[in-house]
């Protein structure tokens, strides 16, 4: 068990540097295609591992069923962002907009991104995942910077000045939780460890931790993309490059969302769940709220979905927020849900941004006609993200809203669904203006890279099938994750 | 002690005042001089802040002012021409948010040991804070982050002696790392915009 982390940490890196030392196209293909599949092979035997021998602890490695689901996050969405990766790079380095070496730089980025993210998930230490998390950033920014052009260089300058001095607020929060760590009396070598600290929540100083809460909440708030502290997020990825924009919305802000999850746990211990949960639905409620003009009146089909990935953060903070088993299974289920059902969106605008040369929102018609299978795989996709039944977001959002009215928080719940009628109307607006109408006159299409999509149908059978049927292993995982994430586990 | 603590808050004026980037990289220098000599003094003979202390001279002393001055070098008619604060006002900003973070100290955390340097190092948190939203420069703002850290950093260690070593190097590679991609984008900003006046960064929006 041991070695396959380690193994799953060292893939990437590994593949990383050589991917800097190659001289052919076709290889550095090969080495990150079998890199991914590997990677990806690992993280789903753990997750199977620790599915049939339970929660896995080995000094500062830890895995059990929450990071065990987030673990499938990042394990799905790395495979599927580098399948997409070679025909979209491909053709960026056909029509010349990049050079050989920055394939070979995005590459060994993408690589360290992913490797970034997968520590954050196999660490047991809260200090060790603010180290991690913070390391996301720096491999991502320059992801996003990666055109260098004027747009991609703001987006990136804000993402991570923005992120940075959020992550800093975290920093300070672990700090002063630390503080209260050791003023209970815990021995050194238990520093910020996430079980002893559990373990000892009830003695920890409720004053302080309220202290620590707030910033921690900001902190990983700003990297989850939560409102007000969301103003990065539609920037950074509407300009990076799309498989990229697929793994930050998908996994980055989920891997946040799994950090403050941790930490909440701890806090919640110390101070009990009154303020955590009226904090975490009003910033919830925020986020979905302010995502809707946005989504209304947009021009750019990529900040239309990064609104979009704002709104879905904000139904998972108030998951957390209603703080019920079943609204934590909803919340976990989402992030899964959400973090597949985006990064295929945000594929398949890569491909159709490709195709008519455009992110313009108004230049987009004539899907249907102009690229059949695309925009049936793009309206398929949209249905899902907007919680169409039966497909797999329907689900959770149900969950999550039942789990309002079930905790008897009856105007939360209609509020949530009155602001997810506002987003549906602006999504389906525009998607459909996407799909119908005329072709535009000056539309050629070019030939669709076989491994693009690829990764776009399996995301779309996932959507699909787990919305009919989710499997009885995940749905045991699914349910300890929420155990765990109240603090029982 | 004292002296030192003193110093340090000087360092936060001058920051607060400077409007040459060289200066201000500089001001920084000594900054991460003086947090390197509150190490040593706070963990007399600890194997812990000694290691501490030699990563704070080689990194925040050494690696990082030089990355900065070389950049520095190429943006010679940079420098902060219209900063949100001129610099008088700065200073009696600088000054209130000194006072204001003694005040939440002396209330919220009274029995503390190190109560003095945790004021002071407050005081560079928000001082580094107020750096990065009311400087325009790239070099500036990269400096209010260095300022933040360093603030940061000495709170961990006159509440707790700092993080476990281990966590605090993790810290220190992701500083080094924020720096160099920092300066990459810095350097980039110069090439696409002739300048790294970041106000000019404003075409992305709704």
């Not at chain 2, 990065?132 to 982050?145: C, D, E, F, P, S």
């Amino acid at each position: 068990m041991r070695e396959l982390i380690y193994l799953a940490l060292f893939l990437p890196v590994a593949a990383g540097i050589v991917t800097l030392c190659v001289r052919k196209s076709w290889l550095v293909k090969a080495i990150n295609l079998t890199a991914s599949v590997c990677t990806s092979t690992l993280l789903f035997t753990l997750i199977v591992q620790v599915k049939e021998a339970g929660t896995f602890m080995y000094g500062w490695l830890y895995i059990d069923a929450l990071s065990s689901i987030l673990l499938l996050v990042v394990g799905i969405l790395s495979l599927t962002a580098t399948f997409f990766s070679v025909s979209y790079m491909d053709r960026e380095l056909s029509e010349g907009r990049i050079t050989f070496k920055a394939l070979k730089r995005y590459y060994a980025l993408l690589q360290m991104f992913i490797f970034t993210m997968i520590v954050v998930l196999v660490v047991e230490n809260l200090g060790f995942m603010w180290v991690g998390v913070e390391a996301t950033t720096l491999a991502s920014t320059l992801l996003v910077a990666f055109y260098f052009n004027r747009s991609a260089l703001e987006a990136a300058w804000k993402y991570v000045m923005v992120c940075n001095v959020g992550i800093l607020f975290a920093l300070l929060g672990t700090i002063l939780l630390y503080y209260t760590q050791v003023a209970a009396g815990s021995p050194e070598v238990d520093a910020l460890s996430w079980t002893a600290l559990k373990a000892m929540s009830g003695k920890l100083d409720p004053m302080l931790v309220k202290l620590a809460f707030i910033f921690i909440l900001i902190g990983y708030g700003t990297k989850a993309g939560m409102a007000p502290m969301h103003t990065w997020l539609p920037d950074a990825h509407s300009q990076a490059p799309s498989p990229v924009s697929g793994l930050l919305s998908g996994a980055l802000l989920s891997c946040a969302l799994y950090v403050l999850l941790r930490n909440l746990v701890v806090l919640e211990g110390a101070m009990g769940t009154g303020f955590i949960h009226a904090a975490l639905l009003l910033f919830g409620l925020f986020s979905v709220a302010i995502a809707i003009p946005f989504i209304l009146i947009q021009h750019d089909m990529k900040r239309l979905l990064a609104y979009s990935s704002v709104e879905h953060m904000g139904i998972v903070t108030i998951g957390v927020g209603i703080g019920t088993h079943l609204a934590l299974y909803g919340a976990v289920l989402h992030i899964l849900n959400h973090a597949v059902a985006k990064s295929a969106l945000f594929y398949l605008s890569g491909i159709i941004s490709q195709q008519y040369d455009s992110k313009h929102l108004k230049r987009i018609r004539g899907m249907f006609t102009a690229l059949p299978m695309v925009g049936t795989l793009f309206m398929v996709t949209v249905l899902a993200i907007v919680g169409m039944p039966p497909l797999n977001i329907f689900l959770s959002k149900f969950i999550i809203i039942s789990a309002a009215f079930a905790n008897g928080q009856p105007i939360l719940g209609f509020g949530l669904l009155l602001l997810l009628a506002g987003v549906f109307a602006g999504m389906m607006f525009y998607a459909t203006r996407m799909v119908f109408g005329a072709v535009p006159s000056n539309f050629h299409p070019k030939a669709l890279g076989v491994s693009a999509l690829v990764a776009c149908f399996l995301s779309v059978m996932w959507i699909i099938i787990t919305g009919l049927y989710l499997p009885p292993g995940l749905e045991q995982l699914l349910d300890q994750a929420a155990t765990i994430a109240m603090g029982r586990g | 002690m004292q002296v030192l603590a003193l110093l340090l808050l000087l360092s936060a004026f001058l920051l607060m005042r400077a409007n040459r980037l060289a200066s201000a990289v500089h001001i920084l220098l000594v900054q991460s001089a003086i947090v390197a000599a509150v190490c040593v003094m706070e963990g007399t003979a600890s194997i812990h802040m000694l290691v501490a202390a030699i990563l704070t001279i080689v990194i925040k002393v050494g690696i990082i002012p030089y990355a900065l001055l070389r950049v520095v070098k190429l943006l010679r008619h940079e420098r902060e021409v219209n900063p949100i604060l001129g610099p008088n006002a700065s200073s009696l900003v600088a000054a209130a948010t000194i006072v204001l973070a003694y005040a939440l100290i002396d209330r919220t955390l009274p029995a503390v040991l190190g109560w003095e340097t945790l004021a002071v190092s407050l005081s560079l948190v928000l001082i580094g804070l107020l750096l990065i939203t009311t400087r325009h420069q790239a070099i500036m703002q990269i400096v209010g982050l260095i300022t933040m850290e360093n603030g940061l950093y000495l709170i961990g260690l006159s509440t707790t002696h700092g993080l476990p070593l281990i966590i605090e190097l993790g810290i220190f590679f992701d500083v080094l790392v924020a720096v160099s991609v920092l300066v990459i984008l810095t350097y980039r900003l110069k090439k696409s915009f002739q300048s790294t006046d970041t106000s000019i960064l404003k075409k992305l929006k709704g």
